[in-house]
């Protein structure tokens, strides 16, 4: 059949290799890989650049629920058109279930908030937050085949914390489905104790939220999720691992053969607990959990990245506007941090930051880059190797990187529904210019003309075994 798209003169990296190729698309999908493709098809020429799989940002929270009288900055479409001009062509988003109703209801109403509004093709990861008899007997086997093969568990938050005992049939229901677990450690009873010590003390600004959440609270969480894991022997994913106490407890596990991922995030990178200090409220603008810690423990996650204690590099991306009642300065007014609801932007800024301090500041090479960023979430996540790599047959989802663009992060020049970045004033070496998805350009030349829409929802495949092979 004949081409719709060439992409000339670009140099092609995926998870194993870096090469000189053109690629060649027809219907959506890549067909053609070869050192020189002619034809009269349409021509994006990618000299000096480099082409990549488009990004997959498996931790992104959109038009999600977070407590009485707090909005979400981002729904369906400012989300994923801001993660399209990160260079991305699929996110995950989690979809929460209620205390008292079922995964489907939850499920239906997300997906009555995308269909129509997406920039990038999306796929679900569940949160069990009300794990009954009826859910995990049956809901949740049904759901997995279904094309919803990955859920979040949380350790921590009153409202969304589960026991060691449900997370332990949560987990059963893993191994008998092959449903992929993310896990949310930190020891909720212990923040709970600080919280109420920091508040006694008349110690309520934005700082305290992470003297509340120290890495003890995260690293003994860490340690029993993997405890769990073992238990039930099922794998699983540490997400939005901050430090390296916690990486230690990621690789003793390894040590004894538990299969186990991990995910850490540029604000672990970039960030620290000294970012919550601000004059006034502005530390709210860094509140996430787990918080940013100090210099060392920043150091300890680049560790982590050189050298596969982590596979995955997510945004995490929960928006908040700071500038709003109903979001970092909430109803609540003002009295505590513990009301500052959790979570900073960052779906448009994760990849250049990790290409920028990454690969160009040679900590990373481009196949780590590529395996961080997409390969290995679609590995994980059961949507490889349709997303994720460059091959004959996959979508035709790429992005093209300009590694000399100049950049200065400004919330200004960002898309999404927040009113600040946590990463104003970084300098950034290396953006993605144009980005395709499906064979679709998106975005040409930094400019977006695909349309909402133009995205479209992901079944997931459920583990065979145990997790695949990594990149
Ligand atoms: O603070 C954070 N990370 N908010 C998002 C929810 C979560 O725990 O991932
Ligand atoms: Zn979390
Ligand atoms: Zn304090
Ligand atoms: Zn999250």
Redesign the pocket.
């Known amino acids: 059949r004949p081409l719709d798209l060439i992409i000339r003169n670009g140099t092609v990296a995926t998870a194993s290799d870096v090469f000189r190729a053109d690629i060649g698309i027809a219907g959506g999908r890549i067909v053609e890989i070869a050192e020189r493709i002619e034809g009269d098809a349409a021509v994006v020429d990618a000299t000096g650049k480099y082409v990549l799989p488009g990004g997959i940002d498996s931790?992104v929270?959109v038009s999600?629920p977070s407590g009485e009288g707090i909005v979400m900055a981002d729904d369906f479409e400012s989300g994923t058109r801001s993660a399209l001009y990160g260079g991305n062509t699929t996110v995950m988003p989690?979809c929460l279930q209620e205390k008292g109703k079922s995964l489907r209801e939850a499920l239906k109403a997300y997906h009555a908030l995308a269909e129509g509004n997406c920039y990038t093709d999306i796929s679900f990861h569940l949160i069990v937050n009300d794990p009954t008899e009826a859910v995990l007997g049956q809901e949740l086997p049904a759901l997995v085949r279904d094309g919803y093969a990955s859920l979040?568990v949380?350790m921590?938050?009153e409202d969304?914390r589960l026991s060691d005992a449900e997370i332990l049939k949560t987990l059963d229901v893993a191994r008998e489905t092959g449903a992929t677990v993310m896990v949310?450690c930190e020891n909720e009873d212990a923040i709970r104790f600080l919280i109420e010590k920091h508040e006694a003390a008349g110690d309520v600004a934005p700082r305290a939220h992470a003297s509340t959440r120290p890495a003890a609270v995260e690293r003994e969480a860490t340690h029993r999720a993997l405890t769990l894991a073992e238990i039930v022997d099922v794998p699983v994913v540490i997400?939005?691992v901050s430090n390296g106490q916690s990486m230690e407890e990621i690789a003793r596990a390894r040590s004894r053969g538990i299969e186990v991922i991990g995910e850490t995030c540029p604000q672990y990178l970039v960030l620290t607990a000294d970012d919550l200090s601000g004059m006034d409220w502005e530390g709210a603008k860094f509140?996430?959990?787990?918080p940013p810690r100090d210099k060392a423990a920043q150091q300890d996650c680049w560790r982590g990245i050189e050298t596969g204690v982590f596979d995955l590099f997510s945004s995490?991306h929960?928006p908040f506007r700071y500038d709003d009642e109903r979001g970092k300065l909430n109803p609540k007014g003002r009295r505590s941090f513990r009301h500052i609801?959790?979570?900073?932007p960052g779906v448009e800024t994760r990849m250049p930051i990790l290409f920028s301090e990454g690969v160009m500041k040679g900590r990373i090479d481009l196949p780590r880059f590529v395996a961080l960023t997409a390969t290995n979430h679609a590995r994980t996540y059961g949507l490889y190797p349709q997303k994720g790599t460059i091959a004959i047959g996959a979508d035709a989802d790429l992005a093209i990187w300009d590694p000399q663009a100049k950049r200065t992060i400004r919330h200004a020049d960002l898309h999404d529904g927040a009113d600040y970045s946590p990463y104003e004033g970084l300098e950034i070496t290396g953006w993605p210019t144009t980005v395709i998805l499906g064979g679709r350009v998106m975005i040409c030349d930094g400019e977006l003309i695909g349309r909402k829409g133009d995205g479209a929802y992901r079944p997931a495949a459920a583990r065979t075994t145990a997790f695949p092979a990594k990149a």
């Open positions: 931790h929270h999600q989690f979040k949380f921590t938050y969304l949310h997400v939005h509140v996430c959990s787990p995490d929960c609801p959790n979570g900073i």
